[in-house]
């Protein structure tokens, strides 16, 4: 899902570390140490602290370049002329694929806020505010299609995704359509406005 | 949610360190140190280590105690008398109940598979293993309401409960009703057999 390291010698230390973190904490979660980021980045203790504050600022830092890759590869196109209902249903047809994958780790927004378990940590703040992204996109999607409560509904569905991504993990099998076909059942049941 | 720890100082060093190790790797997270656990716990490491072969161990037989009360809680009485969907629906009442709490950290088994990210670690194992029993309870009442796919049901409803508990998480509010109505309205639409 997340891309290789194949470009760690061509970039900037501070890229190098960015891209090793949001890797490493994507896998192996947020409690890996900054030695293992620092030796798959190639920079040393010394410039990662320089870079970054401390690992937490790291943590935050390198889940918005993760967050922004995640979104982009869930998100359908702009403007791509399909009905609200495809166009929603297209991030857990990604998600679903993404599933197959075997570095599939679930939601890395759920995931960070869920190791850190510190509301108000810096990773946890931009996890939220990533879902909430999604969440968004949801309720805009929701708003155009005309459903009577967008916000609920956007909701459910992002309820649905994060439930999906839990089966996936618990079960460390691919998805094999259970989110898509829940997402289709949510949309389908949902009031319209009169 | 979990019980505190003041029968702490009359049981024995294994129910202790089981106690300590399941509060523990629940509020902190499976990457918490052994020697935090063996300090709550009041039982040296040497100890620890004679009593359970390794960490992993202990990650797996407290996520066993754990379990058994989490889903003690959550699940209603046997033959209470009132309906299967009453009867679901009780489970997220109670963890709609649970995200009240400020130590409230979402549901143990889905929280320990992804802190892991070992489909194989012992851990995982016994929360899968856990996780399916949460979904045997809404398939077999699922199938006593009638409904035309128990199967499917049943992991729809744990995928609600799973996506409410990332919910609670991300935002770091209780749910105040979210899992209950959703999973009410899974009920509402679902299937019966004709």
New interface residues.
């Given amino acids: 899902m997340l891309p290789d390291s194949q470009h760690a010698g061509a970039t900037a230390p501070r890229e190098r570390l960015l891209h090793a973190a949001g890797e490493l904490f994507y896998?192996?979660?947020v409690?890996i140490g900054v030695d293992a980021i620092c030796k798959a980045a190639g920079v040393s203790k010394k410039s990662m602290y320089q870079l970054f504050r401390s690992k937490d600022t790291l943590i935050a830092e390198s889940l918005t370049s993760v967050g922004v890759e995640f979104l982009a590869a869930l998100a359908p196109t702009d403007n791509d002329g399909r009905s609200p209902r495809e166009r929603i249903l297209h991030v857990f047809e990604r998600q679903d694929q993404m599933s197959n994958s075997r570095t599939f780790?679930?939601?890395p927004?759920?995931?960070t806020?869920?190791?850190l378990?510190q509301?108000d940590h810096p990773g946890?703040v931009v996890?939220?505010a990533f879902?909430q992204r999604m969440t968004d996109f949801f309720r805009t999607e929701a708003i155009v299609a005309g459903f009577a409560d967008p916000a609920?509904l956007a909701?459910?569905l992002?309820?649905?995704?994060?439930?999906?991504?839990?089966?996936a993990?618990?079960?460390?099998q691919p998805l094999s359509g259970?989110?898509v076909?829940?997402a289709s059942?949510?949309l389908s049941?949902a009031v319209r406005q009169t």
Same sequence: chains 1, 2.
């Fill in positions: 896998l192996e979660g409690h780790r679930g939601c927004f759920v995931n806020a869920t190791e378990k509301p946890t996890a939220r879902k609920t909701g459910e992002t309820m649905v995704f994060d439930g999906a991504s839990a089966r993990v618990v079960l460390a259970a989110g076909a829940m059942a949510v049941t």
